[in-house]
Structure formats: C-alpha cells, structure tokens
C-alpha cells in the first residue's frame, strides 16, 4: 500500500552529531558507498533514486533508446520500469540539484518544474510517500535513515495531474507524446479485436455444438 504522508520536520544535527551519525552509517554499509566527512564540516555521499516515470521523457535522439517517436534531433521514449539510478552529492545539494542532476545524467531535455522527488519509508507494513520540498537535502535524509532502502528510498515521478506544468513542454515533446498515445492506442485495440475474435470463434463453436439439427 502506497500511503501519501507529509513531509516531516527537519532536525538539525550538531557537527560532532553529524560525526557520529557518519561513523554508525559506515559501518553498516554493504555496498561500499560510504559518506565522507570534510573538514568544513560537508559530507558526501550517495543516494539511489528509482525512477517511477508514468509519461515519456524527451531526450537527445543519439542517446535514446527502446520505445520511442523522433522530432528532429530530440526522442520521446518511456524509460523501463525499475530504472535506479546512484548519484554521488554532497549534504549542501538540495532536492531542485538533484533532481537536476538525475535528468543530465540521463540526457534528459525535459524542464526539471515537471518532476518531484519523493521519499518512500516502511513503517508498520505500510509504504508512505512523501513529496518533497525542492529546498530539502536528500543526503540527510539518508544518513538519519540510516543505509537500508527499505527503511527510506527515493523516488522520482512526475507532477501529479492536477500540478502537471503544461507550459513547460514544448510543442514538439506535446507533439510526440501524442505519437506515443496513437501508437499505443493502435497497438491496444488490435489486442482486443484479437481476443475478441478468439472469444468469439470459441463461442461459436459451443454454440454448433449444441444447437445440432434433429
């Protein structure tokens, strides 16, 4: 179950908290990516962010890939589900940075306002969601959740429907995405003629086996 949940307060740690909180994430990491803690008192570290993209991202036709509709040098496709990507950002990186970040990793030429970042966390066998603020810093987060994913992952989605920014697209990712739709919508309905006729030659078939003359 997929709860919505507000965001949380933040709590500001002390530099020697800071410290400690570091030394205790160390040492139960099991993949080796471990925070660092520089003398100005930032640490780094890493983050993992799922990708939960709903509609096609455009990007840069040499780097698309899978399904897609082309618009000059630009490629709308669907990214595959279950994408995560690790990203490697100081605690000083806000939710706005990274989000930035992920898309250039990417290549994606999409405007950064269309997509949010969210925090899913398990607790008492639910799963919440929680939107965040574009001012909050993901590797806080992460170092108070401590390393395990199932305690805290991240998330990236686009706006809700209701918040979708639609002036940010331009006229040919528009233009695409309805590629995308009427290709999809094509596709959908040969399947259903197809498990209709299925349906049908069956039924048919039944039928002559019943209604048998004399």
């Not at 962010?49 to 040499?62: F, G, K």
């Amino acid at each position: 179950q997929d709860v919505q949940k507000e965001s949380e307060p933040h709590v500001y740690l002390s530099k020697e908290e800071v410290k400690e909180k570091i030394q205790s994430y160390n040492s139960s990491v099991t993949d080796k990516l471990k925070m660092t803690l520089n003398a100005n008192g930032i640490y780094t570290g890493f983050i993992k962010v799922q990708m939960e993209l709903c509609r096609p991202i455009t990007v840069q036709s040499s780097q698309s890939q899978g399904r897609c509709a082309h618009s000059n040098n630009e490629t709308a496709f669907y990214l595959p589900d279950g994408c995560v990507n690790t990203l490697h950002i100081s605690s000083t990186n806000t939710v706005r940075e990274v989000i930035e970040a992920l898309l250039k990793k990417f290549f994606v030429a999409d405007n950064p306002a269309k997509f949010a970042l969210y925090k899913r966390c398990h607790k008492e066998d639910q799963v919440y969601t929680c939107k965040l603020s574009d001012r909050e810093h993901p590797l806080y987060l992460r170092l108070v959740a401590g390393p395990r994913t199932e305690m805290l992952s991240f998330v990236l989605r686009e706006h809700e429907t209701g918040e979708v920014m639609w002036e940010a697209f331009t006229i040919p990712e528009l233009q695409n995405f309805l590629r995308i739709l009427d290709k999809e919508e094509s596709e959908q309905l040969q399947i259903l003629k197809k498990r209709y006729a299925a349906y049908r030659d069956k039924l048919e078939e039944a039928l002559s086996g019943v209604w048998k003359p004399g």
